[in-house]
C-alpha cells in the first residue's frame, strides 16, 4: 500500500492532457453516460454544453476520479486513472458544482490544507496560497471564515482551490453560477488566463459563456456526445451575424452586395446583417464601406447566433429515443 | 504519510471548532469525575476496617480501577457522537469530493479522520487520568495497575472511535449515524449476556467488556492486545471499503435494479 502523497511530475509538451475513450456510466439500469470519447490538448478551454440532467456532471465526476466509470478509460496527461489514481490526480485541478468548502475554516487555513492534500510543502504552500488568492481576488478576505463569505466569494474560493497546485487540467462544473456580472468577467478572465498554459474544461449552460470563452465545444446530450468541433471551425462554417449602426443612414443595398451577406434588415436605427460563414471578413468590409461613405460607424458587433441555433437543434428539437 | 497527518490535524481542529467537542468533554469530564468521587468515598468508609486487614486491596483497586470502568461506560456513551459527523457530513456537504479529487487514496483518508479522533479521545483521557494522579498528593498509587487501565481505556476508545467511523462511513445522516453507532457499539460491549453465564465461549470472547476488564485490573494479556487490534483493522477496513464503494456508486453491469 502506497501512502505516500504524489506531487506532480512535470509532463511532456506534446503529450494531451486528457485523453477519454468511449466512457460509460451507468447507475444502476440507467445509463448516464455513453461512449464519450475526446481528448483536451495544452491551451484548449473546452466549453461542456448540455441541457440539465444531460451527462456533463457525471462524465466530470469520471474524470477526476470522484466516480468510477462502468466501461471506457481516462488518461491524464497519459496516466491511466483507474492504474495509477495518484499520479493522475495530482494533474488535475476541480471544482465541483457544489464548492467543496469548509465553513468552519478561514480562506488562508483551507486553501493551505488544499495545497498540503496536493503534496505541496513548506514555503512552497505559501506561495501557491499567495498566488491562487491574487487570481481569484480574495487577497483582503484571506482571514475571514469561509461560512461568513458571499455566494461569490465562496465561490471564487472554490476556484482557488482548483488551481492552487497549479494543476495542468483544471475542470470547473459551473463555475460562474451565483456571481454578479463584474464577478463574472473576472472569472472569465482567469479562465482564459488558465487556458494558455493548461488545459481547461468548463461546463456551462450560459451559450455566450462559451463564445466569449472556449476555443472547442462539445455539446451532450442524454449521456452522449452529440457535437465536437473547435469553435473557429464553427464559425467559419455556420451561419452569423452582424449588428451595424451608423450616424448616417446608411445604405441597406451597399451592405447587402457586400461578399458573403445573405441578407440585411433593419432594426430600428440599427442594421443587421446575416452572413455566411465568417462575420469577421464582413465587419472589415462593412467599415471600409463605411468610411468611404461618411456614414461615420458607431457599432459594429458580429453576433454567434449559431451556437444556441446548434443547441436547440441538437437538444431539444429530436424526439425523444423509443 | 504527510496527507494523513494534514487531514489528521483538520479533522481534530474541526472538532474543537465546534461546540459539541466542547461540550462533550466537560460532560464527560464531570461524570467521571463524580464516579472517581462517589468511589473515593466509599473507599473513606471502608478504609478503617481495611487498616486491620493483611494484604488488603490497596486504592488502586478499590477506587481506580471501578472508576474507570465507569468511564469506559461513559465512552461508549460520548463516540459516536464525536465519530458521527466524520465521514457523514463531509459526504452530505460535499466537502469529501475536496479529498477525493487530490492525490490521496481513500486509505489515507480513513487513516487521517482516525487519527484526529483518536487525538480527541486521547485529550479526554489526558483529563481522566488526572483523577487519580491528584491522589498522588495523599498517598501512593499502584502506578503499574494505573498504567495498564489508561491503556485499556485508550485502546477501548481506538476501538470505539473505529466502529464509529464505520458506522459514520454508511450514512450521509449525523443522527443516523450516532444511532449506529451506539447499537453497533452496545451489542459489542453486552454480547457476551447471549451467551449462558459461566461458560461464555465465542460471544464472550467477542465482548468488549470481557478484555477490557482484564487492563482494569492489570492484566496485560496479548491476547486482549490482539482483540483490540484485529478489531480497530477490522473496522477501519471496512470504512475503507465503504468509501471505494461509494465511488463506484449504484452501479450495475446487466443486473437490472430499480
Known sequence: MNLSTHRAEPIAKALPLIEVEGLGRYFGALSAVRDVSFTLNRGDILGFLGPNGAGKSTTMQMLTGNLAPSAGRVRVAGIDLRRHPKAAKAHIGYLPEVPPLYRDAGVDEFLRFCAGLHGLRGKAVVSAVDRAKQRCGLEKVGRRLIGNLSKGFQQRVGIAQAIVHEPEVVILDEPTVGLDPIQIIEIRALIAELGRAHGVIVSTHILPEVQALCNRVQIIRRGELVFSAHTDDLVATRESRLRVRFVQPGNGDALAALPGVLDVKAEGDRWVLRIDGNAGEVAEAVAVLAQEGGWGLRELTPEWVTLEQLFVDLTVHEAPPT | ?258
Do not use: C
Request: no cysteine; aromatic share 8%.
Open chain 2, 1 to 258: 504519510m504527510n496527507a494523513i497527518g494534514l487531514i489528521a490535524g483538520r479533522e481534530l481542529r474541526a472538532l474543537f471548532l465546534s461546540p459539541l467537542a466542547w461540550v462533550i468533554l466537560a460532560v464527560a469530564s464531570f461524570l467521571i469525575g463524580w464516579l472517581f468521587l462517589a468511589q473515593l468515598d466509599i473507599y473513606l468508609q471502608l478504609q478503617p476496617r481495611l487498616a486491620g486487614m493483611e494484604g488488603a486491596p490497596g486504592v488502586t483497586d478499590l477506587v481506580v480501577a471501578p472508576a474507570f470502568g465507569a468511564a469506559a461506560v461513559v465512552l461508549l456513551l460520548i463516540a459516536p457522537l464525536v465519530t458521527m459527523r466524520t465521514l457523514s457530513e463531509e459526504r452530505r456537504s460535499g466537502t469529501l469530493v475536496l479529498l477525493r479529487s487530490a492525490p490521496i487514496s481513500s486509505t489515507q483518508i480513513v487513516l487521517g479522520k482516525y487519527l484526529g479522533l483518536l487525538g480527541f479521545f486521547s485529550v479526554l483521557l489526558a483529563l481522566v487520568a488526572m483523577l487519580p494522579l491528584s491522589l498522588l498528593f495523599a498517598g501512593s498509587l499502584d502506578m503499574g495497575k494505573l498504567a495498564a487501565g489508561l491503556m485499556g481505556l485508550w485502546l477501548l476508545s481506538a476501538m470505539f472511535v473505529a466502529a464509529g467511523l464505520f458506522v459514520s462511513s454508511l450514512t450521509e445522516h449525523p443522527g443516523v449515524a450516532a444511532i449506529g453507532g451506539f447499537g453497533l457499539l452496545l451489542l459489542l460491549w453486552v454480547i457476551d449476556l447471549a451467551a449462558t453465564k459461566g461458560e461464555g465461549g465465542v460471544l464472550a470472547y467477542l465482548s468488549m467488556l470481557t478484555h477490557v476488564q482484564n487492563f482494569l485490573q492489570g492484566i496485560l494479556d496479548s491476547v486482549d492486545l490482539i482483540y483490540f487490534g484485529l478489531g480497530i483493522l477490522l473496522f477501519l477496513g471496512l470504512a475503507v471499503h465503504r468509501l471505494e464503494a461509494q465511488r463506484l456508486g449504484p452501479m450495475s453491469w446487466g443486473r437490472e435494479d430499480a
